[in-house]
């Protein structure tokens, strides 16, 4: 369960603190700014989010550090019935996630076909039609 426990100011503006076990302040600010994307029907690309966790796609070790957070975070929202939110986050090249999107997937049960495109778009789908009916943190925050 998600617990509200206050706003501060962060590299993404001012940000309401959901709670969520076993996560850093970074990978918080994350989760919410995924959140916001997924509200306006959006994706956006590894290097976007990578400052964000303080890491930098420049970096192998870095590159695979983001691949790890996302599969966490996404493992979360799994076990808390939602969608798998790093289907927003795309390379540049392809602009569909990486391979570790797809073996997430697979491991957790929702992807048993080799028709990763097909297993992404509906995944995508699934996101965004799950954050977009959903209020911002700062709108419940506030009580709206």
Excluded: C
Excluded at 50 to 79: K, Y
Aim: glycine share 10%; proline share 3%; hydrophobic share 35%.
């Amino acid at each position: 369960m998600d617990h509200v426990v206050g706003t501060y100011s962060s590299q993404l503006g001012n940000i309401t603190l959901i709670e969520k076990p076993n996560m850093d302040p970074n990978t918080n600010d994350l989760l919410l700014h995924l959140r916001e994307i997924a509200r306006k029907r959006g994706t956006t690309t590894y290097g976007k989010i990578a400052p964000l966790v303080g890491l930098d796609m420049e970096s192998a070790h870095d590159r695979a550090f983001i691949g790890q957070i996302l599969g966490e975070i996404s493992e979360s929202e799994h076990q808390e019935g939602r969608p798998l939110i790093s289907a927003l986050v795309v390379s540049n090249d392809k602009m569909i996630p990486g391979q570790g999107f797809f073996n997430l997937a697979k491991r957790i049960g929702l992807h048993s076909t080799e028709d990763n495109d097909a297993f992404y778009f509906g995944e995508l789908r699934r996101v965004h039609d799950y954050w977009s009916n959903r209020q911002s943190e700062s709108q419940n925050a506030q009580g709206s």
